[in-house]
C-alpha cells in the first residue's frame, strides 16, 4: 500500500494518491489531470476511483476530467446531486483498491454532503482518513460555505458538532489523520502549518475536539470571527457540481501568442483584463497602462479568485518567458478559463515597440522614515487581523482582500502611500487603483516588515488580560 500527500503551497491544498496492487484511487484532485496520469504510467497502475470530499468552494477539482481520460468512477459521498455521473455513495459503503479498503463517513457540517474517507489496510485495520474540509490539524472547517435560504450557519455548526462527536472521535487515536487544507487557506479559521497528525494529537490539541465543550459553545465558537468567503468560492462550487469546460480545450484557448501592436488590439476590441504576473519590482519599474499586477511568485491563485469579480473575464497576461501555461493551469484552479493569449516577448517586446508605458512610485522605508508626518495619507492593505495585531499609528486600515467593497473610502485627489507586510499585496493595491484612474499612489518598499523596525510611531494591540495585570 502506498499513500501520498500531493500538497500544493498557493492554494494549500493536498490530494491523496492511494496504490495497491495496480490499482489506485485519488482524492481531491486539482483541475489538470496530466501530473496525475503521469504518475499513474509510471507506477504502472489503473485509477480505478475518483473520491471527492465534497462540492469544493476554494478551487475547481480534476475529477470530471481524470475519470474522462482515465475511465475511472466518481465517488462522492450521500446527498452530492452533481449534473454528471457518479456514485453517490451510502454511509458505510466500502470501496477495494486492490488488497486495501476505503469507507465512506458521512460527516455534513463544512457542507451537506462531506464526506470523510476511511482507509483500511491489507489486513483490515484502520490506517488513515481523509477528512477534507471537515476536520483540519487545529481546526474544523467553516460552517458559513452552503447556507441556503433555509439553512444557517448555526444549522451547519450544529451538523459539525454531531459529525465530529458521533463519527470523528470514536475512531482510533491512531489514525493518520490527512486533511484537505493547511494554513493559508480560507475553508477554516486556525488551520495548521502542519498537513498530517496522529487522530489521537489532534484529540488533545484541536479546540474542536474537546469532548468537555458544549454544543451550544461548539456552535459559539464555529461561527465567530468568520471573514467573509471570498467572491469566487460559490462560482467555484457551482463548476465542481454542474461541471466545466475540459481543460486541454481551455489551455488551447489561452496559449496563444500575441506581438505588441496586435495585443493592444486585442485588448481594446474584447475588453479583456491585462494581467500582468511578473515580479512587482518589474511591473513598478514598467508596465502596461491599465493592467493590474498578481505576481505569479506569490499566492496568484487566491488573489486572482478573490479580486476579479466575474470569473468569465476575459484576460490577456504578461509574463516572463516560459510562464505562460503554469499561469493558465493556475487560474484555471480557480475557475478563471477565459484567457485568450499572452504578450509574445513580454514587455521588452512592448516597449522595443515604443507603445505607451506606465510606472508606480515607490519610496524606501528609510526615506519614508525621514518624510514622515502623521498626516501624510497612509494605508495599510494587510488583512484586519494583521493591522489589529500592529500597525502604524496614523495608518488607515484598507485590505486588499475588501479592496472593491471599500473603494468609496479612497480620495482620488488624495496623494496616498501603501504598504502591507513585505510588497506583494500594496502593489497589487495600487495597480488596481491605477486601473481605475487612481494614480497618486507610492508603495513603500519592503512593507511593514521593515517599517516596524523605524521610529514612525506604532500601536499595537494589548489583550484585556494584559491591562489588567498592569
Known amino acids: ?7 500544493t503551497g498557493c492554494l494549500a491544498e493536498a490530494a491523496y494518491y492511494i496504490e495497491s496492487n495496480g490499482e489506485a484511487a485519488i482524492i481531491d484532485p486539482l483541475r489538470d489531470p496530466q501530473p496525475y496520469i503521469d504518475k499513474l504510467n509510471a507506477n504502472n497502475v489503473k485509477l480505478k476511483y475518483v473520491f471527492e470530499t465534497h462540492f469544493h468552494a476554494d478551487f475547481v477539482s480534476g475529477h470530471i476530467d481524470l475519470a474522462k481520460n482515465t475511465g475511472a468512477e466518481i465517488v ?20 477495494t483498491i486492490g488488497d486495501v479498503t476505503i469507507r465512506v463517513i458521512h460527516t455534513p457540517g463544512h457542507t451537506l454532503e462531506s464526506t470523510t474517507y476511511l482507509l483500511l489496510d491489507e489486513n483490515g485495520e484502520m490506517n488513515a482518513i481523509f477528512s477534507g474540509d471537515t476536520l483540519f490539524i487545529g481546526d474544523v472547517g467553516r460552517p458559513d460555505l452552503a447556507v441556503k435560504s433555509d439553512l444557517t450557519q448555526e444549522d451547519l455548526a450544529a451538523m459539525m458538532y454531531e459529525s465530529i462527536h458521533n463519527k470523528i472521535l470514536p475512531l482510533p487515536d491512531s489514525l ?22 496522529t487522530l489521537g494529537n489532534q484529540k488533545q490539541t484541536n479546540y474542536a475536539l474537546d469532548t468537555k465543550m458544549s454544543k451550544a459553545d461548539f456552535i459559539k465558537e464555529l461561527t465567530t470571527g468568520i471573514l467573509p468567503p471570498p467572491q469566487y468560492f460559490p462560482k467555484n462550487a457551482k463548476m465542481n457540481k454542474e461541471g466545466y469546460d475540459a481543460f486541454d480545450d481551455v489551455k488551447t484557448k489561452a496559449l496563444k501568442s500575441f506581438d505588441a501592436k496586435t495585443f493592444r488590439s486585442v485588448a481594446e476590441s474584447t475588453d479583456a483584463l491585462i494581467l500582468d504576473t511578473r515580479h512587482q519590482s518589474k511591473f513598478m519599474e514598467s508596465h502596461i497602462p491599465g493592467s493590474i499586477f498578481i505576481g505569479i511568485d506569490g499566492n496568484f491563485a487566491p488573489w486572482v479568485g478573490a479580486l476579479i469579480t466575474d470569473i468569465h473575464q476575459s484576460i490577456l497576461i504578461v509574463a516572463d518567458a516560459g510562464r505562460e501555461e503554469e499561469i493558465v493551469t493556475r487560474l484555471s484552479r480557480v475557475g478563471y478559463d477565459h484567457t485568450i493569449g499572452f504578450l509574445d516577448g513580454g514587455m521588452d517586446a512592448w516597449k522595443s515597440t515604443n507603445l505607451e508605458v506606465d510606472t508606480m512610485p515607490t519610496v524606501t522605508p528609510e526615506a519614508f522614515e525621514e518624510m514622515y508626518n502623521p498626516e501624510l495619507p497612509l494605508l495599510d492593505v494587510r488583512k484586519p487581523g494583521e493591522y489589529e495585531a500592529e500597525h502604524l499609528e ?9 479592496i472593491n467593497s471599500n473603494m ?20 497589487i493595491f495600487g495597480s488596481i487603483l491605477k486601473s481605475r484612474g487612481l494614480h497618486n499612489i507610492t508603495n513603500i518598499e519592503g512593507g511593514y516588515k521593515v517599517l516596524k523596525d523605524t521610529s514612525i510611531p506604532k500601536t499595537t494591540f494589548v489583550c484585556p488580560s494584559e491591562k489588567n495585570n498592569s
Not at 500500500?1 to 500538497?7: C, D
Not at 496614523?394 to 475588501?402: G, K, Q, V, Y
Open 408 to 427: 468609496e473610502k479612497v480620495n482620488p485627489e488624495t496623494n496616498y502611500y501603501a504598504h502591507c507586510a513585505g510588497g506583494y499585496r500594496s502593489v
Open 394 to 402: 496614523s495608518a488607515e486600515n484598507i485590505p486588499l482582500d475588501f
Open 1 to 7: 500500500m502506498k499513500v501520498e500527500q500531493i500538497y
Open 76 to 95: 462522492f459521498g450521500p446527498t452530492a446531486k452533481p449534473a454528471y455521473d457518479i456514485i453517490e455513495a451510502a454511509d458505510n459503503q466500502e470501496f
Open 176 to 197: 493518520i489523520v490527512y486533511p484537505g487544507h493547511g494554513a493559508g487557506s480560507a475553508c477554516g479559521k486556525n488551520l495548521s502549518s502542519e498537513t498530517t497528525d
